[in-house]
């Protein structure tokens, strides 16, 4: 018994011998590699190297006349440029829409629906063009600034605008358009039908548009990609949109947005 304890203290003392003259590698810092990482990127980049080759790009956009959502393709033919495809969708508001009270559901709930309006105005864009670094090249950690162009086609939609109304004389309850109603105090107006409501109805009406913007990239040299844009836009369709009864109709359109993307590079 003596001799196994013997040899095993002896074992134990060879043991901790061996492991201090061969102490385990330290663990590598997350945020030392990271480092490392981006110096390489950056060395690539300053060498005219491409550090990454494409990304896409989803899109989140208020408008000063409304919202959508966009979806970005991006290849990159240098480390400044960028050749850009984008699809996008809008609703474009009237700046004279105002919702009204209509009628109070069984959970308490106020219906509500904007009084004159003739049509939703969707848009449905498709564009190319070019995103350009100009600002933030040497700035690991920072914001990277892009100036970007892009045009297109837009396909404008024209979605008739239904509300629930009910006769005042025989409390009959129908679905009407305000294009169609000649006497507007004939009803109590309920509220608006509903977004499924008038898709058998709609016009189309193509256009062109163009817009420029300066893009913040948060991070560039990361696989994934956050950045805002903010930028201008100027539309033109092929008939003037009714959106609004007895208002004037327009075929050019000019607003402003802001737009918060997210997605991966390659």
């Given at each position: 018994?003596?001799?196994?304890l013997?040899?095993?203290l ?9 492991s201090q ?31 990454f080759?494409?990304?896409n ?5 208020l ?42 559901d ?13 049509n ?8 190319y063009?070019q995103?350009?670094?100009i ?20 396909l ?6 239904y ?25 109590n107006?309920?509220?608006?039908s ?19 913007a300066?893009?913040f ?8 990609a ?10 033109y369709y092929?008939s ?7 208002n004037?109709?327009?075929?050019l359109?000019?607003?402003?947005y ?9």
């Amino acid at each position: 018994m003596k001799k196994i304890l013997l040899l095993s203290l002896g074992l134990s003392i060879a043991f901790l011998g061996w492991s201090q003259s061969n102490p385990a590698p330290p663990k590598k810092d997350k945020k030392s590699e990271k480092k490392q990482r981006i110096n390489a990127l950056v060395k690539m980049e300053e060498e005219g190297e491409l550090i990454f080759n494409k990304h896409n790009l989803f899109g989140i956009k208020l408008n000063t006349d409304g919202y959508g959502i966009s979806f970005e393709k991006g290849k990159f033919i240098t480390p400044r440029r960028t050749r850009i495809i984008q699809i996008e969708l809008n609703e474009k508001k009237h700046p004279k829409e105002d919702k009204d009270a209509g009628s109070i559901d069984f959970f308490g709930n106020v219906n509500q629906f904007v009084f004159g309006k003739a049509n939703n105005f969707y848009q449905l864009k498709g564009a190319y063009g070019q995103q350009y670094l100009i600002g933030g090249k040497s700035n690991k950690n920072g914001v990277a600034v892009s100036a970007l162009w892009a045009g297109g086609i837009s396909l404008g939609m024209e979605k008739p605008y239904y509300v629930d109304v009910q006769d005042r004389d025989t409390e009959e309850r129908t679905r009407k358009k305000f294009t169609e109603i000649e006497d507007i105090n004939k009803y109590n107006y309920l509220g608006a039908s509903g977004f499924t409501v008038g898709w058998g109805e709609v016009k189309f009406n193509p256009g062109a548009h163009l817009k420029t913007a300066l893009r913040f990239d948060y991070g560039r040299f990361n696989e994934v990609a956050s950045a805002i844009e903010a930028g201008v836009n100027i539309e033109y369709y092929a008939s003037e949109v009714e959106q609004m009864i007895q208002n004037n109709q327009h075929r050019l359109f000019f607003n402003a947005y802001v737009s918060l993307l997210f997605g991966k590079r390659k």
